[in-house]
Every structure is written in C-alpha cells, then in structure tokens.
C-alpha cells in the first residue's frame, strides 16, 4: 500500500492509456475529469497485469523466484519499508431516514448516485476503495494532500447536486488520519485506522474532520485548516488535536 521506490527496484517506463470508457456515468454538475489514466506495462514486465507495483511485488516475492515453485521465475527482491498512508472514511448522514422517506428504489436509486459520485473523487486523486460500508467507503491514499484534496471534491460535489435537486438531498461527513496501518487480505487494520473512522463519525453533515498527523505533514500546502480543539475519540485513551478542513462551495 505505500509508495513504490526505485531504490528497491527499477519501475519499467509506463505507457498512460485512459480508462474514462469504464468510469461509470455521472450528473453533469459532478466536476470532471473523473478518471486516472491507466498504467499499461511492456510484455516482458513483471508488473504487467497488475495495478500498481507494490501489488506486484508483494505477489512476486510470494511466489519465489525458483522454478520450481509456483508461478514464473523472477528476481528475488524485499519490500520497501513503510511509508504513512492517509485513510478517510466517508458516512452518509441519515441514510436510513432517506429510505423511510423516499422508499427502497428511489433511495437505492439515490444511494448508487451516492456511490458514484464518491468513486469518481476517488479516481480522480488516486484513493484506493478499501471497503463500502452500505452508506460510504474506506479508502487510502499514497498521498496525505490527495486524501484531503479528495475530501474537499467530494463535500463540493455533494453542495452541487444538492442545490441542483433539493428535493434529493444527500449530505456526507469525512473523517481522516495518516499513519502506518497494518495490511492484510486486501484490507487496513490498526490504530490509524480505527481514528480515522472515529474522526468521521464525529464530523458534523458536511465536514471533514482530520487528526493533527494530518495537518502537520501537509504543513506548507497552504490549506484551510481551522483547529477544532483536543477531543477524545472512542477507545482511545489520549486526547486528540483535531482539525477541520474548512472547504467553500463552488458556484
């Protein structure tokens, strides 16, 4: 899941190919683009086929590098260290009134719009969806200040469509931690993690709420971030800094 360096093997040169034809549709008020273009690989790459060569090479390094053993044969190498990973989880505020309200298919209906939108975000700032938890996701970015960017897009896209169909409205709150999480099968796990989802539930419809890790690696970035005090997040015994992220509506 961290960031992928040369220092520990040479990444192959990547030819960029848009993949916008699989993003699935969008309201046109969402802002665009939303889609990342796509890293195709030369044949003779040990990444080809894979997504990202931290995925690459954790599978590799798995398989061996004899004969012998299962898969192809490639050159044994170790992993990077660890690098912090941002995780930001999003919630969508009183999904279950919306479907007393609007009945089972037109909330799904709006719940897919929901989803849509918060997969375009994810695309477009390079989050990795870890998990849908019914009414949000978990996702980790490689990059503290493309989670936050990511954050800001979503809650601006959100603001759009609801001024565009107020009889629609849909309003989510973010929370999101930096850290070193732990990885398996697929998933994050850990300290880091467990803040992050705290953090988010205890957002306001509408904010987005980060831990000062957050803050002071994004120190420089010039971004509108207002203290919001020392909190205490459930099963944690020490007080957290916590700080909004102070995003503007777009007109």
């Not at 796509?38 to 990202?52: F, I, V």
């Not at 989880?89 to 479907?99: G, L, P, Q, Y």
Request: proline share 7%; with cysteine.
């Amino acid at each position: 899941m961290s960031k992928f360096s040369k220092d520990h093997i040479g990444v192959p040169n990547a030819t960029l190919q848009s993949t916008d034809e699989s993003l699935p549709a969008l309201p046109p008020w969402v802002p665009a683009p939303l889609f990342l273009p796509k890293a195709t690989y030369p044949e003779c790459s040990p990444w080809r086929g894979y997504d990202d060569p931290h995925t690459a090479a954790r599978d590799l390094s798995q398989r061996g590098s004899t004969a012998g053993e299962s898969g192809p044969s490639v050159q044994s190498f170790s992993l990077p260290p660890l690098l912090p990973l941002a995780i930001l989880f999003t919630d969508m505020v009183e999904s279950t009134a919306c479907i007393r309200h609007l009945g089972d298919e037109k909330a799904q209906a709006l719940l897919r719009l929901h989803n849509r939108m918060l997969r375009g975000c994810l695309r477009l700032y390079r989050g990795q969806e870890l998990k849908h938890t019914g009414d949000g996701v978990m996702a980790s970015f490689a990059s503290i200040s493309s989670a936050v960017d990511c954050a800001m897009a979503m809650q601006k896209a959100f603001a759009v469509h609801n001024r565009h169909h107020p009889e629609e409205q849909m309003q989510i709150r973010i929370g999101a931690n930096a850290g070193e999480p732990l990885a398996e099968e697929g998933q994050l796990f850990g300290a880091a993690v467990n803040a992050a989802a705290r953090l988010c539930a205890r957002a306001l419809p509408g904010q987005i709420l980060v831990s000062d890790v957050v803050r002071q690696l994004l120190v420089g970035k010039k971004l509108p971030f207002v203290s919001r005090g020392r909190v205490t997040l459930k099963s944690f015994s020490e007080r957290m800094r916590v700080y909004e992220v102070a995003w503007q509506e777009e007109r």
